[in-house]
C-alpha cells in the first residue's frame, strides 16, 4: 500500500515549540494547522508568525510575496477536529504529562485520517508509552525538534517496538523536506542521545551550585569559556524552561522512584517562585520583554 506525501500537518499545542515547529513546516512548503485548548496561547502563536515573517522580509531573507504565501499556509484553529481531520502527520507538542498524551493520542486516532503519522515531540516520554491509546500503534512515534525550533537543524526520530519501518522512512523523507537533519534512535531509551548527554551537563551544574562550589554564573563562564558551548547551562535552563525541566524530571522520578531522578532544590526553589526562564521574565537570569 502507498502513502501519499506529507503535505498537511496538524501541531497539537502552540506554545513556543509547538509553533516554531508549525512554520519551519510552513516555510518548506506544507500546510499547517496548529491548535491549542488555550485561546490567549493561539493568539501568542498569530502574532509569532506574523512578526517572524516580517522580521525575515526587513533582513531581506524572504520577499514580501513568499512570506504571504508562508502566512497563508499556517492557520491557528481552536478547534482540534478541523485542525486535524486531513493531517498527513500530527506533531503533539503539549505538556510532558503521559495521561494528557494519551487522552489527546486516543482523540486524534478518530479524528485523523488512516494513512495518519501520530508523533511525538516529547524527549522523554516513550511513544510506546502513548500507543496502545491508539488503534495504529504502527503508525506512532517520536520525532523530536530542539529548541528553538527554526533554528536547531537536528531531529531525533525514534523507533519504538510498535513503529514500523513504513512509519519511520516516511518520517525521515518529511524531516528532510522541512530542511532538518534526522538521526534515527532504532530502540527507545530515556532522554534520547541529546538529552541524555545535556542531563549529565545539567545535573552536575545545578549539584555544584546545591552543594556551593560555585554560583550559577561562574558555572555558566566556566562551560562557555573552557568546553566552548554557545551557552551555560544555566542561561540554557532558562530558554527551554525551568518548568518544563521540572516536570521531566518528576516525571521520571515518578517512573522511577529513584530520589537521584528528583529534581534539585534550586529547579524546585525557581519552579514554585514560577522563575521559569525567558517565558516569565525571570529565571537564574532576567530578561526584558
Known amino acids: 500500500m502507498s502513502f ?37 496561547t493561539l493568539a501568542r502563536a498569530e502574532k509569532f508568525a506574523d512578526s517572524y515573517l516580517e522580521a525575515r522580509v526587513s533582513k531581506g531573507k524572504l520577499d514580501v510575496d513568499a512570506a504571504g504565501s508562508v502566512r497563508n499556509r499556517i492557520s491557528f484553529p481552536p478547534e482540534i477536529e478541523s485542525a486535524a481531520s486531513n493531517a498527513d502527520i500530527v506533531i503533539e507538542a503539549i505538556i510532558e504529562n503521559l ?39 504502527e503508525r506512532v512515534c517520536n520525532l523530536h525538534f530542539f529548541n528553538p525550533a527554526l533554528v536547531m537543524r537536528l531531529v531525533e526520530v525514534v523507533q519504538g517496538p510498535h513503529t514500523s519501518e513504513e512509519t519511520v522512512q516516511r518520517v525521515f523523507s518529511f524531516a528532510k523536506k522541512i530542511n532538518k537533519t534526522p538521526i534515527l534512535l532504532k530502540k527507545e531509551i530515556y532522554g534520547f542521545v541529546v538529552n541524555r548527554i545535556l542531563k549529565a551537563i545539567l545535573d552536575e551544574a545545578l549539584h555544584l551550585h546545591d552543594i556551593g562550589v560555585a554560583d550559577y554564573h561562574d558555572i555558566d563562564t566556566a562551560v562557555v569559556d573552557a568546553l566552548g558551548h554557545p551557552m551555560g547551562p544555566f542561561r540554557l535552563l532558562d530558554l527551554v524552561g525551568v518548568d518544563l525541566q521540572y516536570q521531566v524530571c518528576m516525571e521520571r522520578y515518578r517512573d522511577t522512584g529513584d530520589l537521584r531522578d528528583m529534581p534539585s532544590p534550586l529547579l524546585v526553589e525557581k519552579f514554585v517562585r514560577k522563575e521559569w526562564g525567558r517565558k516569565s521574565g525571570v529565571g537564574f537570569y532576567r530578561y526584558d520583554d
Open 4 to 40: 501519499p506525501e506529507i503535505k498537511e500537518v496538524c501541531v497539537v499545542g502552540a506554545g513556543n515549540m509547538g509553533h516554531q515547529i508549525g512554520l519551519c513546516c510552513a516555510l518548506a512548503g506544507c500546510t499547517v494547522r496548529c491548535t491549542d485548548v488555550d485561546d490567549a
Open 99 to 137: 495521561e494528557l498524551k494519551k487522552r489527546l493520542f486516543a482523540q486524534l486516532d478518530k479524528i485523523c485520517p488512516e494513512h495518519c503519522i501520530l508523533s511525538t515531540n516529547s524527549s522523554y516520554i516513550v511513544s510506546s508509552k502513548i500507543a496502545p491509546a491508539t488503534g495504529k500503534p
